[in-house]
């Protein structure tokens, strides 16, 4: 029976977990019943936020070799943030450290101790996540938007307006 | 949430389910689940489960808790204490949705699995039955198993019970009646029946001959073959057909002889036409001998020429002088080969190395009249030609010919070049005595002409002291004096001119100049070859 993706049970078991015990600020789902690898996630947008009562889809991409390796998040719901991806094939996609590989510094501007360990959980991607959006001031240091970043830096009450335009409109 | 735990999410796999909650220090950061061969990294503490931390460190070689440097050698089994307490969690049997209700350490587990569980899936022992069942079934199932081994009550073969039924149609044990005499016997002397079965159809023993008659075996020898025609031609026909035999075995080996043949000669063929591209014009069939005695009259005679040009300037030379000149036909060829070998091969095997006298021959036709060889008595140039052949054997190879031609060439070269050196000296040697002879025959000139003078000058004395006597003045004659030179120098012309009239009284002959290596000649022939050479001039 070794020859199971190890990726699988863990994964089955905190998908089991997670359904279990719906949490608060998100719930999960799998894109197809036979495929562990493709999760559906809904994150309520956090209160006190711009995305209050905000209903954000996303996407959790796992490889096999998870938890070794981090898995690939990306938002389906538009969305106008310094850390998210805006064009191109990645639009929508989730650039924080902690998504990142170990040990590859692609970037150059990343600490080594920011980057994905094994022992993140999904649970603590989404929280991390939660948090990135919760941020009343977005960091601005490694924009995956840089339009966006631009716009945080220069004038910060017109990017609030416009996310706040974008969720609505949704 | 049934949704949840059926389908993929139910599959079976080697994690273990704990009976109670696990202490969540008992449980593996990577996989979240109580460690399985717990592992501790020496520097840092953290524990893992073995193959967890392994995986993890080929990916990355750090710690996965707090990212300090981390490589498989630092790893140690944790301690005891961990092992055991993990060892010693309680877990169900994994064949529990098969009913098992087992739970015991986890340590004991896998035993329980390999010799306690009924519930755990295993095969039919039986060959080619694939089916699974539970351990607690098997029992049961190998009693009504298709694919048990059973024995036939007839002839007591091991036959799967699947197969019992086809076994009946072919057991040899049996009984089975004949469908021509009525009696039984078991299958497996059905053969020996046959062959016997007195009211078995058969065909007349010379169906193949022609007879048609069809009858039971009984009725064969008491009715039929009393009457049929072909068994008194037996012993004919059986003669007959064995001739035919051994002729069709003997055929047979002949065409096999005849491929073999044509095999060969194929083979032979492409050898023949190799060896022809490769000979090029020194090929030729066996019938066209060897050209015939057409030596061209013109050579000959410049050979002839020649050699008495040659001979009398080098004597050295004599020796080769014949052999330097190649091959002026191919007769010559074959004089000179006479007079080397000791068994003349016949002509046939020679092969000429000019094309152009292949030609000859060819346009001559009909080879058996023309004699392809001549020995060396009866030759027509053979008198003149005895050895003047460059050495050339046509028993060997093309190679061996042509290289010595090549050093036949190589000595005309150098007797032409000594033949050049030696007119050089001749001819050098010729200018040098005419040259002498030309100054000699200049000093006899000036003194007849001295001589002839003095005469001269003697009479004009003469005749001036008369005419003195006579007129009294010198000029009184009335000849003018540039007359009477010229009377003198006519006179003293023609005396030259009728040199050879007056020579014999020619008291001194001028001294002739010494000679370097050129051949002393007697005075009178030199004064011949003089006039002849001042008549010529």
Redesign the interface.
Known sequence: ??S?V?S???L?????EL??KPRERFSVGLVD??N?LEWKVVIFGPPDTLYEDAILDARLSFPP?F???PPKMRFITPMWHPNIYNNGEQKGEVCISILH???DDQFGYED??ERW???H?VESILLSVISLLSADNPNTDSPANVDAAKEVRTDLRGYKRKVRAIISAE | ?ND??T???S?????YSYVESVNSNLIC?????PFVEPTSAKTCSHTFCL??IY??L???S?C??D?SPLTADDLQPAGSIVRNLVDELMVECPCKPSGCTHTCQRQHLASHLKSDCLFVQVSCCEDNCEQLLLKKDIRKHSDGCVHRTVTCEACDDSVKFIDLESHQGECPAKEITCVHCSSTFPRSSLQSHNSTCTLMPIPCPHSTFGCAWVGTRGTLTEAHLATCVYESLKGFITLHSAKIDALESENLALRHRVEELEKTSGSMKRDISIAKASLGPWFRSAGSGLPPAAAPAVPATRQERRRSRVVPLNGVMSNFADDVHPLRNSDEVQGHLDSNLVNPAPAAQFQPPNPMYMDQSSSLGDPAQQPAFFPASTHPYADRYNTSVAPINFNVSLEGSLSSLHSSMIALEGTMNSMERRQDIMLTTETLRMREEVGSLRAIVHGLRMQVHHVMMDRNAQIISTSSVSTGAGNSSGVPRQQQEAVVQGVERSSVMHYHDIQPQRPHPPPLPGRGGGPSFPPSSIFRRSVFLENKL
Request: glycine letters at 6%; one cysteine or more.
């Open positions: 029976m070794s199971v190890p699988h049970n863990i089955r078991r905190e998908y089991i359904s279990k019943e036979s562990l070799e938890p070794l390796l590989p170990p040990g080594a101790g360990l094994p022992v959980s | 949430m949840v735990e389908g993929v999410l599959a079976y796999d080697d994690v950061c990577i996989c979240r689940t193959r967890c995986q993890a080929e990916i990355t750090q996965p808790v990212r």
